[in-house]
Antibody, heavy 119, light 107 residues
Framework: EVQLVQSGAEVKKPGESLKISCRGS????????IGWVRQMPGKGLEWMGI????????KYSPSFQGQVTISVDRSINTAYLQWSSLKASDTATYYC????????????WGQGTLVTVSS | DIQMTQSPSSLSASVGDRVTITCRASQGISSWLAWYQQKPGKAPKPLIY???SLRSGVPSRFSGSGSGTDFTLTINSLQPEDFATYYC?????????FGGGTKVEIK
């Protein structure tokens, strides 16, 4: 069974750093793109970027380029999304999602990680 | 970036109604379009890929159509569990982009 399991909710202060994770299981992790999607409270879905675990090829949305870093640890089948200096506007739920090999839609999603940034 | 425009942003419907949601791409995306359903506090659930292919396990009352720039999601005979927000997404090119969402509410 394909699963993407994300790390738990976080409460941080502005200016702090953070790294959240997404562990894949039940499939060949290295051979599927894994993307990240932001959902701010009460708002829609925003595509942030994506990584190919096998070679760490990464693509970012211009809206998020330079604001976050996407990385991967192939040894533990885990993708990461990190911030070096959080802002209150980073408060959101973040989802990871696998892209299908055959069609490239996001066919499996993590359960989401709620990040709250507040002083 | 390819902009995805969904309409309407919300609608009210009754159980048994037929519902149609449209999604327009700012440039042609062939059939590289997916539809997702999201309920409050839950991750999006994939419904349709390649504009009209139903994912395994998704009820047949859901259907998708279109190609190029104009797409439609239709729900025939709306059921209580279908009240949710629906999003389209293009995956023709990077960055992937989503429509703004359509909230389907109970009339």
């Amino acid at each position: 069974e394909v699963q993407l399991v994300q790390s738990g909710a976080e409460v941080k202060k502005p200016g702090e750093s953070l790294k959240i994770s997404c562990r894949g299981s039940g499939y060949r992790f290295n051979n599927y793109w894994i993307g990240w999607v932001r959902q701010m409270p009460g708002k829609g879905l925003e595509w942030m970027g994506i990584i190919y675990p096998d070679d760490s090829d990464t693509k970012y949305s211009p809206s998020f380029q330079g604001q976050v870093t996407i990385s991967v640890d192939r040894s533990i089948n885990t993708a990461y999304l990190q911030w070096s200096s959080l802002k209150a506007s980073d408060t959101a739920t973040y989802y990871c999602a696998r892209e299908s090999l055959t069609s490239a839609e996001s066919d499996y999603w993590g359960q989401g990680t709620l990040v709250t940034v507040s002083s | 970036d390819i902009q995805m425009t969904q309409s309407p942003s919300s609608l009210s419907a009754s159980v048994g109604d037929r519902v149609t949601i449209t999604c327009r791409a700012s440039q042609g995306i062939s059939s590289w379009l997916a539809w997702y359903q999201q309920k409050p506090g839950k991750a999006p659930k994939p419904l349709i890929y390649a504009a009209s292919s139903l994912r395994s396990g998704v009820p047949s009352r859901f259907s998708g159509s279109g190609s190029g720039t104009d797409f439609t999601l239709t729900i025939n005979s709306l059921q209580p569990e279908d009240f949710a927000t629906y999003y389209c997404q293009q995956y023709d090119s990077y960055p992937r982009t989503f429509g703004g969402g359509t909230k389907v509410e109970i009339k």
